[in-house]
C-alpha cells in the first residue's frame, strides 16, 4: 500500500501587526485605569440635565464659600461689562435723530441698570454656565420695555414632558435641525422655591422674547456648563486646606507647655502626685520638682509648601478662564511690570474682547431690537430715522483699565496723525463719544463747538494762521524743517534723531547754534548747507529760561537746582529716552553726550550715565543721584581715599587675563573699569556710585552655575564681569567707600 505523502500547504504570508501610533490610543493598565471614564457620547448627552444640576450647584456652592472663585466672578463682570457697560451710537445721516435715539437709550439703560443686569448676567454666565433674560412689560418706563434675569433651573421640559425623547428638545429648549433656538419652555417661578417639581406651571416662549447667553465647548452642544468646570475639583481641597492652616495656626499662637522628666519613678509609690495648673504671667518665676523641666508644644504651621500648592491650584483654575494669576489673586508679589503687561495683553484682553463680543451677539443686539419696538410707540422719537431694521450703530465697550497712560496717550496721537483713526473713534476706544465730549469741552471753555474741536484739531494737525504757543514753529517752517531732513538720504533712525533735535530747538530747549554743532558732530556726512537749511525757520526762537519762569524745589539736586519741579521730571524723562536711543543704537555716543549736555547735565555727569549706559544699564534711581558740584562737597569728598585695594587689584588683572584668554565676559565698561583698578588708580566718587550699583544688580549671579571652580563653565561670563569690577573685594570696598563719601557729603551741607 503506498504511503499517502503529507499534503504541504502554501507558505503563509507574515500577519502584520496593527499597533497604535499613538501612546494615548495604547490599551495598557495605566490608560485603561486613567481614561475608564471616557465615552463616545454626543455633547446634549453628555452634558445632561442631571449632569448640569450637579456640577451648577457644586459650582453655586465654591461662589459662595470661596473667596478665590467670588473674587475671580467680580473681577471678570467688572473687566467685561465695566462701569457703564456699552455705549451706543448711533450713524445715521440725521445726526439730530442718532443724538435723540441715544440719548432714549441712554436714559432707559439707566433706569432699568442696564449695566448691573449685564454684571450679574456674566457671574451667573461663569458661575452657571448660562443666564437668561426675558423681555417685560412696565408702566414705570416711558418705553414700557422692562428686563427679567433668569437662573437656568428655571428653563427646563415640563415635568409631564421630562421623559419623552425628542431629538429637538433639549430640556426646555426647542431648536431646528440647525440648532437655531425656535423656543423656550420658562416655568412661572423658580425650581428651587421649595416647590414641587410636578405642581410647577410654565409656558413655551418664541426665541425673540427671549436671551440665552453660554459657551459651546463642542458641535451640537445647546446648554452650558460652568466655564471653570475642569478646575472646580481643584477649588474645595484649596479651601480646606487654607483653613486647616489658619485652624493650625491659631492653635500654634497658643501658648501650649508640659512638663516632662529624664527619671521616670520605678515605683509607683514614687510617682509624683497630679500637678495644679500653673497660671504664667509676665516675669515670673517658679521652681519645679526635682528631675522635672518644662517643654513647650511648638507646632511647624503654616507650612512652608502652603503658598506654593495655593499658587499652584490657583493658577490650574486660572488656565480654565484665560485670566492672569496676578489678577486673580489680587496681588503682583510674584509678577513684574512687564510679564503683568503681556498677560494682560496676550491673554486677559483677547478674553474680554471675545466675551464682549458674544454678549453683544447674544444680549444686547436682542435687547437693542426690543428697545427699537418699544420706541416705535413713543411720538416723535424715530422721527427722521429709518426703518428700525436698517438704523445702523455701533457698541463701544469700556477699556480696560490702562497700564501705561503714556503710552497709550502716545499711541492715540499717532494714530490721529497718521489717520489710523479718528477723534470718534479714539474716544470710542476709551468707552467715550467724541459729540458728547466736545460738547462738555466747549462748555468748559466758554466757546462753541466748532471753535473747540478746531483747537483740538489744531493741536494734533497745525494749519496755518492757527494759533500757536509762544516759540512754537508754524507749519510752513515744520514743512521746510521735515523736507531738508528728508533731502539727507538718511535711515529712519538718523532721521528721527535729527527731528528730535530739530524739535528741542523749535520748543527753546537749546539753541540753534548749539543744534547746528550737534548734529554736525553726530552726522559728518551730512553737508553744512543742509544743516542750516534745516535750522533756518528757527534761528529766531526764543529760549526758554526754566529758572526765571518757574520756583526751584526744594528737593531738586546738582544740576537741577536752579530749574522748577515740572522741568526737573521733563529732564530725567529727556535723559532715560536719549540713553534708551544710545543702548538701542538710533544715535552714536557723541551725540548722546551732546544731548545730555545740552539739557544742562555736565560733562562729568553726561559721560558717566553714557558709560554706565553701555556697561550694566542706568536704573531710575540712579538718574535721581545728581552730585552738587559745589565747591565745599568736593573739597569734603577729596578728602576720602579712593585708591583701588590689593584685593581688587589681584581681582581686576585676573578678570582681564580671564578675558584675554577667553574672548568672552565684561563689556567695554567693565574692562576700562578694571584697568583703572589693576593699575592702582584713584577712582572718581561717581565710579564708586556705579560700582555700588552694579554688585547690588549683580549679585545674584553668585548662584549661577560656573561662577565657582569645579562647576561646568568656570569662569563664566557673570564670574569674568564680577572679577573686572574688583570681585568681593571690590563690593566691599565699594560700600564702604560709598558710606564714607555720603558721611562727608552731609558734613559738608
Same mark, same amino acid.
Given at each position: ?129 448660562? !443666564?437668561?433674560? *426675558? ?31 425628542? %431629538? ?38 418664541? $426665541? ?55 527619671? %521616670?519613678?520605678?515605683? %509607683? ?38 503658598? *506654593? ?130 460738547? &462738555? ?114 528737593? $531738586? ?76 562737597? *568736593? ?18 588683572? &585676573? ?32 565710579? !564708586? ?41 571690590? *563690593? ?18
Amino acid at each position: 500500500m503506498a504511503r499517502r505523502g503529507r499534503h504541504k500547504h502554501p507558505a503563509r504570508a507574515p500577519q502584520q501587526m496593527v499597533r497604535a501610533k499613538f501612546d494615548l490610543a495604547q490599551t495598557t493598565p495605566d490608560n485603561r485605569r486613567h481614561w475608564t471614564n471616557a465615552d463616545g457620547l454626543a455633547a446634549r448627552a453628555a452634558i445632561s440635565p442631571a449632569v448640569r444640576r450637579v456640577v451648577r450647584i457644586r459650582s453655586r456652592y465654591e461662589a459662595d464659600n470661596n473667596s478665590w472663585y467670588a473674587g475671580i466672578l467680580r473681577t471678570a463682570s467688572n473687566h467685561i461689562v465695566g462701569a457703564a457697560g456699552p455705549r451706543l451710537q448711533v450713524l445715521t445721516a440725521d445726526t439730530d435723530a442718532n443724538r435723540r435715539l441715544e440719548s432714549a437709550w441712554r436714559q432707559w439703560s439707566h433706569r432699568v441698570k442696564l449695566a448691573d443686569i449685564l454684571r450679574t448676567c456674566v457671574e451667573a454666565y461663569w458661575r452657571d454656565g448660562e !443666564v437668561f433674560i *426675558m423681555r417685560g412689560n412696565s408702566i414705570r418706563f416711558p418705553l414700557g420695555l422692562d428686563l427679567l434675569v433668569l437662573e437656568s433651573d428655571q428653563i427646563a421640559t415640563p415635568w409631564q414632558q421630562s421623559q419623552l425623547v425628542d %431629538p429637538f428638545v433639549d430640556d426646555g429648549i426647542r431648536f431646528d435641525r440647525a440648532t437655531n433656538e425656535l423656543e423656550f419652555y420658562v416655568y412661572d417661578h423658580h425650581p428651587g422655591l421649595n416647590t414641587p417639581v410636578s405642581t410647577l406651571q410654565g409656558q413655551w416662549y418664541a $426665541a425673540r422674547e427671549v436671551c440665552h447667553l453660554y459657551r459651546a465647548e463642542r458641535p451640537g452642544q445647546t446648554r452650558g456648563i460652568p466655564r471653570a468646570t475642569p478646575a472646580l475639583q481643584t477649588l474645595p481641597i484649596m479651601r480646606r486646606q487654607e483653613l486647616a492652616t489658619l485652624y493650625s495656626a491659631e492653635t500654634a499662637a497658643n501658648f501650649a507647655m508640659y512638663l516632662k522628666s529624664n527619671s %521616670p519613678a520605678i515605683d %509607683p509609690a514614687d510617682s509624683p502626685a497630679d500637678f495644679a495648673e500653673i497660671e504664667l504671667t509676665r516675669n515670673m518665676l517658679t521652681t519645679l520638682p526635682a528631675g522635672w523641666e518644662i517643654g513647650q508644644v511648638e507646632p511647624k504651621q503654616p507650612g512652608p509648601l502652603y503658598e *506654593m500648592f495655593q499658587r499652584q491650584a490657583l493658577m490650574s483654575f486660572c488656565r480654565c478662564t484665560n485670566m492672569p494669576y496676578t489678577l486673580a489673586a489680587g496681588t503682583g508679589k510674584d509678577a513684574n511690570f512687564s510679564s503683568f503687561k503681556g498677560d494682560m495683553k496676550n491673554v486677559w484682553e483677547p478674553e474680554v474682547q471675545v466675551e464682549q463680543n458674544r454678549i453683544q451677539m447674544d444680549i444686547v443686539e436682542r435687547l437693542w431690537q426690543w428697545f427699537l419696538e418699544s420706541a416705535v410707540f413713543v411720538p416723535g422719537l424715530l422721527n427722521g430715522l429709518p426703518a428700525i431694521a436698517d438704523i445702523e450703530h455701533r457698541w463701544h465697550w469700556p477699556p480696560l483699565p490702562e497700564l501705561d497712560q503714556v503710552e497709550s496717550a502716545q499711541a492715540a496721537e499717532i494714530r490721529l496723525r497718521t489717520g489710523l483713526a479718528t477723534p470718534t473713534e479714539e474716544h470710542a476706544r476709551r468707552g467715550k463719544d467724541w459729540d458728547l465730549e466736545s460738547v &462738555r469741552g466747549a462748555a468748559d471753555f466758554g466757546v462753541s463747538v466748532d471753535a473747540y474741536r478746531k483747537a483740538v484739531f489744531a493741536q494734533t494737525f497745525p494749519v496755518t494762521g492757527t494759533p500757536q504757543a509762544p516759540g512754537m514753529p508754524t507749519d510752513t517752517t515744520v514743512t521746510t524743517a521735515s523736507t531738508a531732513v528728508a533731502d539727507t538720504a538718511m535711515n529712519g533712525a538718523q532721521v528721527s534723531s535729527i527731528v528730535a533735535i530739530i524739535g528741542q530747538v523749535a520748543a527753546g530747549v537749546i539753541p540753534a547754534a548749539s543744534a547746528k554743532a550737534l548734529i554736525r558732530s553726530a552726522f559728518p556726512l551730512v553737508a553744512e548747507a543742509n544743516v542750516d537749511q534745516m535750522l533756518a525757520p528757527f534761528q529766531n526762537v526764543a529760549q526758554q529760561t526754566p529758572a526765571a519762569t518757574q520756583q526751584a524745589p526744594a528737593a $531738586a539736586a546738582g544740576e537741577y537746582t536752579t530749574i522748577g519741579q515740572r522741568a526737573f521730571t521733563n529732564n530725567q524723562k529727556r535723559i532715560r529716552k536719549t540713553l534708551d536711543s544710545l543702548t538701542s543704537g538710533e544715535i552714536s555716543e557723541v551725540m548722546a553726550d551732546q544731548t545730555l549736555q545740552s539739557i544742562g547735565l555736565s560733562p562729568e555727569r553726561s559721560r558717566a550715565l553714557i558709560d554706565d549706559a553701555l556697561g550694566s544699564g542706568v536704573t531710575d534711581d540712579e538718574l535721581q543721584q545728581v552730585d552738587a558740584a559745589d565747591g565745599d562737597i *568736593m573739597a569734603a569728598l577729596s578728602d576720602v581715599d579712593l585708591t583701588p585695594s590689593e584685593g581688587m587689584k589681584e581681582e581686576a588683572q &585676573r578678570g582681564l587675563d580671564w578675558r584675554k584668554e577667553h574672548g568672552r565676559g565684561g563689556t567695554p565698561v567693565g574692562i576700562a573699569r578694571a584697568r583703572d583698578i589693576a593699575n592702582g588708580k584713584s577712582l572718581s566718587p561717581e565710579t !564708586v556710585s556705579r560700582m555700588v550699583s552694579f554688585f547690588s544688580r549683580h549679585e545674584g549671579n553668585k548662584k549661577a552655575e560656573g561662577f565657582s571652580p569645579g562647576e561646568d563653565g568656570f569662569p563664566s561670563n557673570g564670574r569674568i564681569a564680577w572679577a573686572l569690577w574688583g570681585g568681593d573685594a571690590g *563690593m566691599s570696598w565699594a560700600r564702604s567707600k560709598y558710606e564714607q563719601l555720603q558721611n562727608a557729603r552731609e558734613v559738608a551741607k
